[in-house]
C-alpha cells in the first residue's frame, strides 16, 4: 500500500471550494451565476465533480471529528460528576 491509502482521505467543505472557484473567476471579470433556477447544490456538486473532488455529505470531516470530541469531554465530565 502506499502512503496515500494509508492516510485519512483528505476532505474540504464543498462551499469552500465552490466559493473559491467563484471568487476567482469574478476576478477574472466573469459574472458566474450558481442554481440560477433554485437550489445550488446540484450546480455546485457537478462543479466539485469536474474538479475531481468528491463531495461528502457529512462536512467537513475535520469539524465533525472536533465535535465528537467534544461532546466525549462532556459526557466525561456529566458522568464523572454524578
Keep these: 500500500m502506499s502512503r496515500a491509502d494509508d492516510a485519512e482521505q483528505e476532505s474540504y467543505n464543498p462551499w469552500s471550494v465552490v466559493n473559491l472557484v467563484f471568487t ?10 450558481l442554481g440560477e433556477t433554485g437550489d445550488p447544490g446540484p450546480p455546485a456538486t457537478a462543479l466539485l465533480v469536474a474538479l475531481g473532488i ?16 467534544q461532546l466525549a469531554e462532556i459526557r466525561a465530565a456529566m458522568l464523572d460528576e454524578r
Design 54 to 69: 468528491e463531495p461528502a455529505p457529512e462536512g467537513n470531516r475535520e469539524i465533525k471529528r472536533d465535535v465528537r470530541d
Design 24 to 33: 476567482h473567476l469574478v476576478e477574472q471579470g466573469l459574472h458566474p451565476v
